[in-house]
C-alpha cells in the first residue's frame, strides 16, 4: 500500500519561510510525477505546483518566484519551498502523485494523496 505523508506545515507571519515536505513509501516514487495542491476554507481546492518524473517544475502564477518545488529520488520525497509567505496562503496543502506527466493539473487523475498539512500565514 502506497502512503504518502506530508509534514512542515505551521503557524508563520507574512514574509516568513516554511518548507513542506512529502514521504512518498515506496521506491516506485521515481516513475510519479508530484504535485502540491491547497485548499482554503470556503474555497476550492487549487493547484500550486508539481513537478515530473524527469524533474520539470510548473507553478500557479501567483506563486511563481516566491514557491520552489523539488524532489529527492533517494529519499523519495517532494518538497516545497515557500518564501515570503502572504495571508493568502493559508490552506491545507496536500501533495499527491499522478503517472501521467500531462495531468498535474488534473485533480481527478492523482493516483495518491496524503493526508494534509496545515499552513497559517498571519499577517
Known amino acids: 500500500q502506497v502512503q504518502l505523508v506530508e509534514s512542515g506545515g505551521g503557524l508563520v507571519q507574512a514574509g516568513e519561510s516554511l518548507r513542506l515536505s512529502c514521504v512518498f513509501s515506496?521506491?516506485?516514487?521515481?516513475?510519479?510525477?508530484m504535485g502540491w495542491w491547497r485548499q482554503a476554507p470556503g474555497k476550492e481546492r487549487e493547484f500550486v505546483a508539481a513537478?515530473?518524473?524527469?524533474?520539470?517544475?510548473y507553478y500557479r502564477d501567483s506563486v511563481k518566484g516566491r514557491f520552489t518545488i523539488t524532489r529527492d529520488n533517494e529519499k523519495t520525497t517532494v518538497y516545497l519551498q515557500m518564501n515570503d509567505l502572504k495571508p493568502e496562503d493559508t490552506a491545507v496543502y496536500s501533495c499527491?502523485?499522478?503517472?501521467?506527466?500531462?495531468?498535474?493539473?488534473?485533480?481527478?487523475?492523482?493516483?495518491?494523496w496524503g493526508q494534509g498539512t496545515q499552513v497559517t500565514v498571519s499577517s
Open positions: 499527491g502523485a499522478v503517472l501521467d506527466p500531462g495531468s498535474y493539473t488534473d485533480y481527478g487523475k492523482y493516483r495518491y
Open positions: 515506496r521506491q516506485m516514487f521515481v516513475v510519479y510525477n
Open positions: 513537478i515530473t518524473y524527469s524533474g520539470h517544475s
